[in-house]
């Protein structure tokens, strides 16, 4: 089978199913909501979906937590819908790709239960289990790792008198891809999806599924410094993603994107580099988003363009020529990017100004539901109103290290990945009409629904949904975009964002401010905005200066596209 790497060409769309569209009128998100949405989507200009896990769980990480790998979670419908979701998908041309976990199961996972039940069981072995130590009479976990959800990363079996291993919650066992029934089971998952006619994988912390041998104490931990995380990145993962390549992925024209928290682009190469031992497409990096925290540890940083601008950079130049980088500024991971980078005062200037800052980048963008209509994040005033497992977990954290309530609400409110699942805002109508006005949803909706929303974006034509609309048709129509270099301005700057995509015929140059007030600037050498065409600018109907002796003043949060060349 060919290969046609069409995902360079590609635009994304992230669902979270949950909070996406309620078509059957329980409060949840389901398939059916996607179906009624599928034109909706295909009027943003993207071209392909991916689907936040859609498999049967008992969401102690909302869908991360899987029990069964080849059906439909019941609250979400089943495969008849889904096949229904994909063919709609496919007839408006957009491809699917579906979120593979297989770092770890769900507790709740046949697999699971058969694990735990009897050492001698065949299935013992599909599990990372340890003798741990006793120190007074009471059990010791096997090493000194954390989890990164919920306390110590290991958990008792007192009738096997064994831990099992979890970097996530609890209910999230570690999958031992060590054991090669365990690796022809990913197998199977692969290719029950793939004869279904999905177009490929979001492959969940894919680089977590080899540990370094040994399991030992976690460096990191112990020194306090800088160093290794001994979970991640192991000595296997390159074998473990050439099987899974070789015996299945060569066989069908998809794609595969890594998620790899951690990584920096010279640990992503090996996998990702163009060539024979190519094991992944992409790789979803999270450099970028540590431009204001230290993210897995809920650590609130002052927000920095310049780290931003240089986590931007590093991948743009590191991976040129030799890989393709996965953009992407949301997800169901982080709080609402314009609350984190950009301004809340100045919303929906800073949201489209967000948009640009990445999507004209090199690579394929990904968006996320409702980062299109610049939604923002929510307020929580109690803990019990945050379902996350994670955000409950730092809260209790803060609490046990002295926190007041009120003082560890503020972390939470700073940093929980539950801003970016609120319902979907579709209209001013109840609960943002996501479902019927009768029921409660899942998750309590932003109150700022009656003004943020998708119906009202769609009457204004000055719209972040509209701009969004744009600035992807713009992208997907510009050869430079997929083919030009990337060369960076303005490096020193700590509010502009300006860099250049060009080519032999053709140059394209973006200026982003992420300023809440006025700056001045001298355009980059070589680059006379007078002649150059406008093509995108989040001030449009308000007139736009030329610069005057090659200085240009950019009003808070102004961006602008140009591009020269060919007419
Ligand atoms: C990364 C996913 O994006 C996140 O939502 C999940 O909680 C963890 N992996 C564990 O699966």
């Known amino acids: 089978m060919e290969r046609t790497r069409w995902y360079k060409d590609a635009v994304f769309y992230q669902i979270w199913p949950r909070s996406f569209c309620d078509g059957n009128g329980d409060g949840i998100g389901d398939l059916w909501g996607v179906l009624e949405k599928l034109d909706y989507i295909a009027s943003l ?64 996972h046949s697999w699971f239960k058969e694990s735990r039940s009897s050492k001698d069981s065949p299935y013992h072995d599909y599990y990372i289990w340890r003798t741990g130590g006793e120190r007074a009479g009471v059990p010791i976990p096997p090493n000194n790792w954390d989890s990164l959800f919920e306390g110590r990363a290991w958990e008792y079996e007192p009738a096997l008198d064994e831990w099992y291993l979890h970097i996530f919650a609890k209910g999230q066992p570690d999958l031992n891809m060590d054991n090669p029934c365990v690796r022809a089971e990913v197998e199977e998952i692969l290719r029950f999806w793939l004869d279904l ?57 998809c794609m595969t994107v890594g998620e790899a928290p951690m990584i920096t682009p010279s640990k992503a190469l090996p996998f990702i580099e163009e060539g024979p031992n190519q094991t992944l497409d992409l790789m979803f990096h999270f450099e970028h988003m540590g431009a204001d925290c230290l993210f897995t540890d809920y650590v609130p940083l002052p927000f920095s363009l310049r ?42 200037k800073s949201a489209m100004m967000l948009a640009c800052s990445y999507l004209f980048q090199k690579g394929t963008p990904f968006v996320y539901q409702g980062q299109e209509i610049g939604m923002v994040n929510t307020r929580f005033s109690t803990i019990g109103e945050v379902p996350d497992v994670s955000a409950k977990n730092q809260y209790a954290k803060r609490i046990a290290a002295g926190d007041t309530p009120e003082k560890a609400m503020e972390l939470v409110n700073r940093a929980a990945r539950d801003h970016a699942r609120t319902p979907m805002q579709w209209s001013d109508e109840a609960h943002a009409g996501f479902c019927p006005a009768d029921v409660e949803p899942w998750f309590a909706e932003n109150p700022n629904y009656l003004e943020i929303n998708v119906a009202r974006d769609e009457m204004d034509p000055n719209s972040v949904l509209n701009f969004y609309r744009k600035a992807i048709r713009l992208r997907r129509a510009l050869p430079v975009v997929r083919e030009g270099s990337y060369r960076a301005y303005k490096r020193a700057s700590g509010v502009l964002y300006v860099y250049a ?39 449009e109907s308000e007139g736009i200066t030329l610069p005057m002796g090659g200085r240009v003043t950019f009003r808070p949060y102004e961006c602008r596209v140009y591009r020269f060349g060919k007419a």
């Open 501 to 539: 995509r060009e080519m032999a015929d053709e140059r394209l140059l973006v200026l982003c401010s992420f300023a809440d007030h006025d700056v001045r600037f001298r355009v980059p050498k070589g680059y006379g905005l007078e002649e150059g065409a406008l093509e995108l600018c989040n001030y």
């Open 197 to 253: 006619g999905v177009d490929g994988f979001r492959e969940d912390v894919i680089t977590f599924t080899s540990k370094a041998e040994g399991l030992p104490d976690d460096y990191l931990m112990v020194s306090g410094a800088r160093g290794l995380r001994f979970y991640e990145n192991g000595p296997r993962l390159h074998e473990f993603l050439a099987q899974f390549r070789d015996n299945v992925l060569v066989h069908y024209d």
């Open 45 to 108: 200009g993207v071209t392909g979906i991916w689907f936040s896990p859609l498999y049967p769980s008992p969401n102690a990480d909302f869908g991360y937590d899987i029990a069964d790998y080849r059906s439909i979670n019941p609250e979400y419908g089943d495969i008849d819908v889904f096949r229904r979701v994909l063919d709609g998908a496919h007839e408006r041309g957009l491809k699917v790709i579906m979120d593979l976990v297989v770092n770890h199961t769900s507790s709740e």
């Open 307 to 348: 780290r931003l601008k240089a986590a931007f950079d590093r991948w743009q130049h590191k991976l040129d020529g030799r890989a393709w980088n996965a953009l992407y500024l949301e997800n169901h991971d982080h709080p609402r990017i314009v609350s984190r980078y950009g301004s809340e005062a100045f919303r929906e």
